[in-house]
Nanobody, 118 residues
Framework: QVQLVESGGGLVQAGGSLRLSCAAEGRTYSIYYISWYRQAPGKEREFVADISWSRRGSINYSGSVKGRFTISRDNAKNTVVLQMNSLKPEDTATYYC??????????WGQGTQVTVSS
């Protein structure tokens, strides 16, 4: 059993920054990797970034956020951070943390709202 708790969303002006956190609790040893997704009103949920829990720490970004967002991990704190810089109005969405785990379906957090004003 794994639970994800997200935090850090809010309202920011274009060009500003936000730092989202995803804290994992429970059977964290069963996690393969953690991803961030986002969903804007009227649009499908889309992939943002992911990071593995291997020693190599493989990282992937979507083309729309590469160079602006940075995903990182702190295994000691069981936390993944998404640092978002140079935010644009089109980044406005609900952001969700997702964990791929062994022996169960993917785990989703409750979501945190990010709003970027012009």
């Amino acid at each position: 059993q794994v639970q994800l708790v997200e935090s850090g969303g809010g309202l920011v002006q274009a060009g500003g920054s936000l730092r989202l956190s995803c804290a994992a609790e429970g059977r964290t040893y069963s996690i393969y990797y953690i991803s961030w997704y986002r969903q804007a009103p009227g649009k499908e949920r889309e992939f943002v970034a992911d990071i593995s829990w291997s020693r190599r720490g493989s990282i992937n970004y979507s083309g729309s956020v590469k160079g602006r967002f940075t995903i990182s991990r702190d295994n000691a704190k069981n936390t993944v951070v998404l640092q978002m810089n140079s935010l644009k109005p089109e980044d406005t969405a609900t952001y969700y943390c997702n964990a791929v785990v062994s022996g169960a379906n993917d785990i989703w957090g409750q979501g945190t709202q990010v709003t970027v004003s012009s």
